[in-house]
């Protein structure tokens, strides 16, 4: 036998270009569409039979049931979708995948690949060069293509060679005459292939090499065909570990879809092993390429009336924890990403603008708690209150660096100009944000000083305050209709400009006037500078909602 380490190691290595280029191809093909992509997601209704039809676009379309399934996963984290549209999607990214097979084995194994796959890269160099983006994403798909096959052809090229050295069988042919339990050893084979590879269509070429060489024979081909669906489950579960409980389901949905429909097959194994053989006239990377299709075809159309029977098993093998406390969503960072769950880089950002969304309210539960410090008098009321309020300026600091650091994790990756300039954009929201949370703990700061200091406001001032409170907050709640605004306008800028020189104005007014009612003794000094601190933090806060609604409509403008 002269299949050494170094041939190995050579096999490894093609792998790795196959894979490389996939990932290549994928992201080019998301930077190209991403946006089409987003829409269509957006867009997803309760139709079980579209969320089949958009998965298989997705899937088709990136080469990677994988990234859809976490990219679905991370978007019912978010709760952009339902478990039972989420199921759906998945039925149909197990169809969509199975576009690699076909194109390995009508392309991979009928034409020399490398006569192509090189003359492609000096077509796609001057398209990487090119100043306009979508030239440039397109020769990244072409790299990614070229190198794909290439991978594919390396693969072949470094599969031992079978009829010189029939010894490579020896290590298999213990397994191969078991009957059913040779299935189910290949069956397993498959799936821990496929949890090491973390890829499917990589497993599904190396499996159609394996079997158009001989290595093994085309049934327990099939056996490892039907593993790879199960072993393709385990990227989704590992992503929702850290995911909420919707999430955690949908995961368990994309198991328990393929187990079971392997658990049919297997029942039928030998009656559609040979079916599938005998209309693809011997011809094994064909029917490979037949039976996978055929196999999550008919797992989809079965199964797809019984979407409501899954989500029903989902729940109840999936079970939601002890019920929390009452504000247990004041200890919850991140509502809707996770920062151990990163989805394709295009589409994440719909998640990260939803977050922005959910920590802009929690900055307006602060301001609301400010009124509460202005207005009471009862000394424990206001203990509690400024120490939830510290808390949440804790959580603040806390989700701004998580976003920001989600954000950069999305911008490592292969983003359009378009999606770029949005990254930047949300780190300067969510920096903005942040600092609203800063002014909201600053008025409360004050508030305690003042009390410390055993002092306290006249109605007056307190009437003041809360005159200039009330602008403040439709400041905030504005920034937050922007936020949540899938388009905002010009008119929504105009909008928050006109409340910001209404804040400033006020500011103005209250100083002026503050200046009249020291000289008039009204009231003491003392309660005029933490009067003023105050006004000033609330100026601060406008001045910050305007940036924030800047930075969002500008973007869109």
């Known amino acids: 036998m002269t299949y050494g380490i170094l041939d190995f190691i050579r096999l490894i290595g093609a792998l790795g270009l196959f894979l490389y280029g996939m990932k290549i191809m994928s992201e080019g093909l998301q930077k190209i569409s991403g946006d089409k992509m987003r829409n269509i997601l957006s867009a997803m209704t309760s139709n079980r039979f579209f969320g089949v039809l958009t998965g298989l676009f997705i899937t088709a379309l990136i080469q990677s049931s994988s990234a859809t399934t976490l990219m679905v996963v991370s978007f019912v984290n978010a709760g952009l979708l339902s478990l039972a549209q989420s199921i759906s999607v998945v039925m149909g990214a197990n169809v969509g995948t199975t576009v690699t097979a076909w194109i390995i084995s009508l392309l991979g194994f009928k034409v020399d690949i490398s006569a192509f796959a090189i003359p492609l890269f000096a077509f796609a160099i001057p398209l990487i060069f090119s100043k306009k983006p979508r030239w440039n994403n397109l020769g990244e798909f072409i790299i ?13 090229d470094s599969m031992p060679n079978l009829q010189s050295n029939p010894e490579a069988l020896e290590f298999l042919s213990g397994y191969t005459g078991l009957g059913f339990g040779s299935v189910l050893i290949f069956l397993l084979i498959g799936t821990i292939m496929t949890i090491i590879v973390q890829s499917s269509s990589a497993t599904v070429a190396i499996t159609l090499i394996m079997c158009h060489n001989g290595w093994i024979p085309f049934e327990l081909a099939i056996a ?66 037949l039976f996978h299709t055929l196999f999550n075809v008919s797992n989809v159309l079965i199964m797809i009336w019984f979407v409501p029977l899954y989500v029903k098993i989902c729940e109840r093998v999936v079970r939601s924890g002890k019920m929390s406390e009452p504000d247990s969503d004041e200890n919850r960072h991140l509502q809707f990403i996770s920062t151990r769950m990163l989805s394709t880089s295009e589409l994440s950002l719909i998640q990260v603008h939803k977050e922005l969304g959910s920590y802009s309210k929690r900055v307006l539960e ?27 300026e804790n959580i603040c600091d806390r989700v701004e660096v998580e976003i920001v650091n989600y954000l950069n994790a999305l911008s490592d990756g292969d983003l359009s100009s378009d999606a770029k300039q949005e990254v930047r954009v949300m780190m300067r929201a969510a920096t903005e944000i942040e600092s609203l949370g800063d002014t909201c703990f600053n ?9 410390n200091s055993g002092t306290s406001f006249e109605p007056l001032l307190v009437e003041k305050l809360l005159n200039l409170h009330m602008v403040v907050e439709k400041c905030a709640k504005h920034m937050i209709d922007v936020l949540q605004m899938s388009s905002p306008n010009a008119d929504a800028a105009h909008q928050s400009y006109n409340i910001e020189n209404e804040i400033d104005n006020m500011r103005d007014d209250l100083k002026r006037k503050n200046m009249q009612d020291l000289d008039a003794h009204v009231y003491p000094y003392q309660q005029s500078v933490y009067y003023l601190d105050i006004i000033d933090e609330y100026e601060h806060f406008g001045d910050y909602a305007l940036n924030v609604v800047q930075a969002i409509v500008e973007k869109k403008v």
């Open 144 to 156: 990614g293509f070229s190198l794909l096959f290439l991978g594919l052809q390396f693969l072949k």
């Open 224 to 289: 490892m065909i039907l593993g790879e669906n199960i072993g393709t489950t385990i990227t989704a579960n590992l992503a929702a570990l850290n995911a909420n409980i919707a999430a955690k389901r949908t995961a368990f949905s994309h198991f328990l879809f393929n187990f079971l429909g392997v658990i049919w097959v297997l029942c039928l194994f030998y009656p559609l092993a040979h079916f599938v053989e005998d209309i693809s006239e011997g011809n094994p990377s064909v029917g490979l390429a």
């Open 366 to 392: 602060m301001l609301e708690m400010d009124k509460i410090l202005i207005t009471t008098v009862d000394a424990t009321e206001f203990n509690e209150t400024f120490n939830r309020i510290e808390k949440f």
């Open 443 to 451: 008025i409360a700061r004050s508030l305690k000083k003042r009390n």
